[in-house]
């Protein structure tokens, strides 16, 4: 079975965070920098909302607001959305199909484990149905007359 835990195992736990209070310029400063599509915003060590790029183009650009004068809380999405790393990856697409996000903060007991896409979540079913379809085709070749 896989797990959220393993997409972190193969992508990393590097979490990139601004504070609510970080402008929307500056956040978007830091997505550049480290070219990334969302950032968590941590109130100290607790997880308060998700900025991203959907975020800016819909709730800064649309509306006409200056981004270097607007802190990220203002637009930012909350109450996160957030799943388990023992969850499985089934339930990891499911929620973020049904929620329409890409992007869900990996989170346990608290703590910010990781961040996962929706093309982490991606490679890693295609990883499997690979898997299944070698384990399949090793399971014929290897049956008397296969």
């Known amino acids: 079975m896989f797990i959220v ?3 972190l195992e193969v992508k ?4 990139w965070a601004v504070s609510p209070e970080t402008t929307v310029f ?3 400063r830091v997505m550049a920098d480290k070219d990334v599509g969302v950032l968590m915003v941590m109130d100290g060590n607790q997880l308060v909302g998700v900025f991203s ?3 800016y183009a819909r709730k800064i650009i649309l509306k006409g607001k ?3 004068e607007t802190p990220v809380r203002e637009i930012m999405s909350s109450p996160v959305i957030t799943i388990h790393p023992d969850q499985t990856i089934d339930e990891a697409m499911y929620l973020m199909n049904a929620r329409g ?3 869900l903060p990996v989170v346990m007991d608290d703590k ?3 961040v996962i896409s929706i093309r982490d979540v991606l490679r890693a079913i295609i990883y499997r149905q690979r898997q299944a379809l070698k384990e399949m085709e090793e399971r014929f070749i290897s049956q008397p007359g296969g």
């Open 53 to 55: 790029e959907r975020d």
């Open 12 to 15: 990393g736990d590097v979490v």
């Open 5 to 7: 835990r393993h997409i």
């Open 66 to 68: 200056a981004s270097k």
């Open 26 to 28: 500056d956040a978007l």
């Open 101 to 103: 996000i890409r992007h």
């Open 112 to 114: 910010v484990m990781g």
